[in-house]
């Protein structure tokens, strides 16, 4: 009798994972957003996280503003973790491009980016910047997302 109700009890288990297993369909279940994040995950030792904030606004955000004019980027972000775990990023930085193509090589496109940036924070600027932040960041992590809307 033990045997069979123990028999039973996996059974029952077995089914019941059975029909937790689902499997989500694309356009059906969720679907994909057009274009996609650039997301950096840096790990900024925490005595400089104002400092590396105060040079981000100096130094990349110029550049994020030329891009988003000619229509590279549509958004960007920097989002900053409350509380702090050694080797894990506390600073993300994101960038949204509304469609892939936008990372396609344009030579008249990337140049003029390159003259406006340039003009706002010069070339030296931007290396003396980023010499500061090698003695307090660690790049993590840098990926490209895609955001999903699930349906209701």
């Known amino acids: 009798m033990i045997r069979i109700s123990l028999k039973l009890a996996a059974l029952a288990a077995t089914i019941s994972i059975g029909a937790a297993t689902a499997y989500a369909k694309q356009y059906v279940d969720y679907t994909p957003q057009k274009g996609l994040w650039e997301i950096n995950a840096i790990e900024v030792d925490p005595n400089h996280v104002d400092e590396y904030l105060t040079g981000l606004r100096q ?6 503003e030329v891009m988003k004019s000619h229509g590279v980027i549509d958004d960007y972000r920097v989002v900053v973790r409350t509380g702090y775990v050694k080797g894990s990023p506390n600073v993300l930085i994101q960038v949204h491009y509304p469609s892939a193509a936008m990372l396609d090589p344009d030579k008249a496109r ?6 406006e940036s340039n003009a706002r924070f010069s070339e030296e600027q931007n290396k003396a910047a980023v010499a500061n932040y090698e003695k307090y960041r660690t790049f993590i992590d840098d990926a490209m997302w895609t955001d999903i809307s699930f349906a209701k």
């Not at 130094?59 to 994020?64: R, V």
């Not at 990337?110 to 003259?115: A, G, L, T, V």
Request: charged share 25%; proline share 8%; hydrophobic share 40%.
């Open 110 to 115: 990337d140049m003029i980016i390159d003259k």
């Open 59 to 64: 130094s990349q955000l110029p550049t994020f």
